[in-house]
């Protein structure tokens, strides 16, 4: 089923995280089936992509789509990560730098 693999990190908020476990409960019951979080939110995607003209589900993706534009708008006028803040771009995460990995190291 699932011959080609790829690792994802997906960032949700503590409301659909919640919902999504609902989800996830009440098909276990239903089912009599042990349905785990990441089963549930590989269906939500499969299904929200067969559904990728429906008006409904672009608004959504839009919705998001400024929401992010507006965060990164911020980062970058309040300074970035040089706040204290991270840098938002598309999924990269600071890391430890370089130089802390050679000094521990040591």
């Known amino acids: 089923m699932f011959t080609e693999k790829t690792r994802v990190l997906l960032i949700l908020s503590?409301?659909?995280?919640?919902?999504?476990?609902?989800?996830?409960?009440?098909?276990t019951a239903t089912l009599k089936l042990p349905v785990s979080l990441q089963i549930v939110l590989r269906a939500l995607i499969e299904e929200g992509l067969k559904r990728d003209n429906d008006p409904v589900?672009?608004?959504?993706?839009?919705?998001?789509?400024?929401?992010?534009?507006?965060?990164?708008?911020?980062?970058?006028?309040?300074?970035?990560?040089?706040?204290?803040?991270?840098?938002?771009?598309?999924g990269v995460l600071p890391g430890p730098s370089p130089r802390g990995a050679q000094r521990r190291r040591r």
């Open 14 to 27: 503590q409301d659909i995280l919640d919902r999504a476990r609902v989800c996830a409960g009440r098909a």
């Open 57 to 90: 589900f672009l608004a959504n993706v839009e919705g998001q789509a400024k929401a992010v534009r507006q965060m990164r708008s911020v980062a970058r006028r309040d300074g970035g990560a040089a706040g204290g803040q991270w840098a938002l771009r598309s």
